[in-house]
């Protein structure tokens, strides 16, 4: 099976469907692998991006010069360790963790069914929703760094912030280990369903976006702030605001990265003459113009 790839399209791997190619795509099946691909590059001081689902992440129309590694399938699975811990593999969806929790009645991560994207990316974003964050229910993880060396970090070890945490860049997380409660199944999978229903009556669904732009600024909501300052109706080329949410950016079916890009900073510098809040990103713009 082939797993690397030159000039391979970025726009196969976001949630925006955008961006230009990748010098080296590198998808991986097994830690061996990985070790052996990084022995064999070690020299040639490229760039690396970890990438996940693509659920928040703008790739630019120039592609990106350098190496990007994804996980494959070998790395997205579920296993009950005890009855309230679950080893989750880096490369599994969020919401597969929490339709397995609920399967097996553990309480605590119904909100990752809303949340788009790999736990890998969970960890890394800190990523939450509805008064939950994942550092609440995570235990340990497992990591490689660009070294071939394997890590494990406890939760006492990281220290996790809103929408982020200070692990260092040059690890790939490999699994991550999860702790919930034990509770009744009924009660969990009608908590997530209110969960679910609620992202549907609130968020855009089936439409090319990368979720939240903007980080929620304190005691503030990012929205709000976009609505009040009247960038609801902006437009950039195939690029638009979501009616529904206003901090979801879409892609129209012909916009560029560029645009994307372009109506984030238009938006970014009006929110803050007129509010004077300035707002930071939450979704990642990786590569070259």
């Not at 630019?60 to 080893?87: A, Q």
Request: glycine share 8%.
């Amino acid at each position: 099976m082939k797993t690397i790839y030159q000039n391979e399209k970025l726009s196969k791997y976001n949630w925006f469907n955008l961006g230009g190619p990748a010098k080296i795509f590198f998808k991986l099946q097994s830690v061996d692998e990985l070790k052996k691909f990084l022995k064999n590059i070690e020299d040639k001081k490229y760039n690396f991006h970890i990438l996940g689902a693509g659920s928040n992440t703008l790739f630019r129309d120039g592609g990106f010069d350098g190496v990007v590694i994804k996980l494959g399938n070998n790395f997205s699975y579920t296993k009950l360790l005890s009855e309230n811990e679950i080893e989750v593999g880096a490369a599994t969806l969020d919401k597969k963790v929490s339709d397995f929790a609920s399967e097996k009645s553990i309480a605590g991560l119904e909100f990752l069914s809303c949340i788009p994207g790999s736990i890998g990316g969970a960890i890394c974003m800190n990523s939450g929703c509805y008064g939950e964050e994942i550092s609440k229910i995570f235990c340990s993880l497992k990591t490689i760094n660009f070294e071939g060396k394997i890590e494990t970090y406890t939760k006492d070890q990281i220290k996790f912030f809103y929408r982020g945490n200070n692990l260092k860049k040059d690890l790939i997380i490999l699994s991550v280990i999860l702790k919930g409660v034990k509770s009744d199944k009924q009660k969990i999978q009608q908590k997530q369903k209110k969960l679910i229903n609620k992202k549907k009556e609130t968020q855009p669904t089936r439409v090319k976006t990368c979720g939240s732009t903007f980080k929620n600024p304190k005691n503030k909501k990012a929205w709000k702030l976009i609505k009040l300052s009247e960038c609801s109706d902006m437009k950039i080329g195939g690029a638009s605001i979501s009616q529904k949410h206003n901090n979801f950016f879409l892609n129209n079916g012909s916009a560029k990265s560029s645009d994307i890009e372009n109506l984030i900073y238009k938006v970014k510098e009006r929110v803050y003459k007129k509010t004077g809040t300035n707002l930071d990103l939450e979704i990642k713009i990786i590569g070259k113009n």
